[in-house]
């Protein structure tokens, strides 16, 4: 049974920075690519940051570029996202995904196509950015 447990989530203020993770168990973390979603209250989820298969290449929403980085420890089955230089707006639950495929869903896809891409999704940690 594939299931993915975050964690790492929490308070802090603007300008700190918080380390996520993603552990994945009942599927080969190596075959596909995992993107990090959020979801605002009020807000639609959005895809923040995806890593491929093959760890060769990476997405960010514009809103988090040069912010946050991911990365991903296949023989660990855990994929990260680093975040750093918050802000209020970041303020949102975070979930993992796994992709159906080994690739990221590309840069001008929709919202809704790019949650329809992913099958399995997390329970997701909380992040409050606020003073």
């Known amino acids: 049974q594939v299931q993915f447990v975050e964690s790492g989530g929490g308070l802090v203020q603007p300008g700190g920075s918080l380390r996520l993770s993603c552990a994945a168990s009942?599927?080969?973390?190596?075959?596909?690519?995992i993107t990090w979603f959020r979801q605002a209250p009020g807000k639609e989820r959005e895809g923040v940051s995806c890593?491929?298969?093959?760890?060769?290449?990476?997405y960010y929403a514009d809103s988090v570029k040069g912010r946050f980085t991911i990365s991903r420890d296949n023989a660990k089955n855990t994929v990260y996202l680093q975040m750093n230089s918050l802000k209020p707006e970041d303020t949102a639950v975070y979930y993992c995904?796994?992709?159906?495929?080994?690739?990221?869903?590309?840069?001008?896809?929709?919202?809704?196509?790019?949650?329809?891409?992913?099958?399995?999704w997390g329970q997701g940690t909380q992040v409050t950015v606020s003073s």
């Open positions: 995904a796994k992709s159906r495929y080994f690739y990221c869903s590309g840069y001008g896809v929709t919202p809704e196509r790019r949650r329809y891409d992913h099958d399995y």
């Open positions: 009942g599927f080969t973390l190596g075959y596909y690519a």
């Open positions: 890593i491929t298969s093959s760890d060769r290449s990476t």
